[in-house]
Nanobody, 115 residues
């Protein structure tokens, strides 16, 4: 089992920045990827960014150049640095981890971009 603990999020003005962090607790060995999804009201959950154990990263087109995902050397903490935030980035952000073909999810953290 993998337990994901998220931190960060909150309210920010358009153009501002926020950082989300997610730490994997428990048996985090063999986690092959970690990342973030988000879900806005009335919309489906979508991939924001993920990073594989190899260091390869994927980003949604809508966040490329604005968001950066990194992973610590132990491989159990992932950070999402978000800048130039837009109102359309408003959503609940969920951390996820992929381990032996199973997806594990955090409880979610709200990000609201509004003036």
């Amino acid at each position: 089992q993998v337990h994901l603990v998220e931190s960060g999020g909150g309210l920010v003005q358009p153009g501002g920045s926020l950082t989300l962090s997610c730490a994997a607790d428990g048996n985090y060995f063999s986690i092959s990827a970690m990342g973030w999804y988000r879900q806005a009201p009335g919309k489906e959950r979508e991939l924001v960014a993920r990073i594989f154990i190899t260091g390869t990263t994927n980003y949604a087109d809508s966040v490329k150049g604005r968001f950066t995902i990194t992973r610590d050397n132990d491989g159990n903490t992932v950070t999402l640095q978000m800048s130039s935030l837009k109102p359309e980035d408003t959503a609940v952000y969920y951390c996820y981890a992929l381990k032996t073909s199973n997806n594990y999810w955090g409880q979610g953290t709200q990000v609201t971009v509004s003036s």
